[in-house]
Every structure is written in structure tokens, then in C-alpha cells.
């Protein structure tokens, strides 16, 4: 129903920073939860962080002291501020909304980190 568009993705030297975009269609403050995934090549999609409605975050350990979640409601856009990046944060990064009526996945941005 909503449509996410991604960018933000590039190469980067490990230990520089990068910030990821998502552009909803709609308003996000009717969208209950939007997230970030990644995959890396050849393994399985992991999430990395939610945001709710409430703006209430949710970031998994691996990345909690090095990324940041965020949004503007007025944008209609949701953020991934990555610092401090490694060689293992190199993959495909995706956006996604959910609510119960429906839920959507944007096209992916690719991250590569080089050391």
C-alpha cells in the first residue's frame, strides 16, 4: 500500500560514517512501526532497528553504540545515521513499514564498508 524509497547507500573506508534515507508515500504517522533491515551476500535478512508511531526505538546490540534511528514526520522519512562503520556492516539495506492493514518493503541501498 505505502511505497519506501531508499537511498543514502555507498562505499565508505571503515571507521567513516553514512546516513540512510527512507521516503514514504504516504504519512508515516499513520504507519505503527518502520525499520531497518540488512543482508549480507548469501545470508539471511536481519533487522537492525524500529521506530513506532510514538517515536519509541528499538536497536539490535551489535549496532546500538554505532547507529541511530530516526524520523521526520513532516518529510514523511525515516533515517539510519551509521557511524563508526566495519567491513562487517557491508550489505543491502532496506527499509520497512508495517500496520495492520498492511505492510511494504523498499528496494534496498547498497552499504559496502572496505578496510
Known amino acids: 500500500q505505502v511505497q519506501l524509497v531508499e537511498s543514502g547507500g555507498g562505499l565508505v573506508q571503515a571507521g567513516g560514517s553514512l546516513r540512510l534515507s527512507c521516503v514514504a508515500s504516504?504519512?508515516?504517522?499513520?504507519?505503527?512501526?518502520m525499520s531497518w533491515y540488512r543482508q549480507a551476500p548469501g545470508k539471511q535478512r536481519e533487522l537492525v532497528a524500529t521506530?513506532?508511531?510514538?517515536?519509541?526505538?528499538s536497536i539490535v546490540d551489535s549496532v546500538k553504540a554505532r547507529f541511530t534511528i530516526f524520523k521526520d514526520n513532516a518529510k514523511n522519512t525515516m533515517y539510519l545515521q551509521m557511524n563508526s562503520l566495519k567491513p562487517e556492516d557491508t550489505g543491502v539495506y532496506y527499509c520497512?513499514?508495517?500496520?495492520?492493514?498492511?505492510?511494504?518493503w523498499g528496494q534496498g541501498t547498497q552499504v559496502t564498508v572496505s578496510s
Open positions: 520497512k513499514s508495517w500496520t495492520p492493514k498492511s505492510s511494504s
Open positions: 521506530i513506532n508511531s510514538g517515536g519509541g526505538t
Open positions: 504516504r504519512s508515516i504517522g499513520s504507519v505503527n512501526v
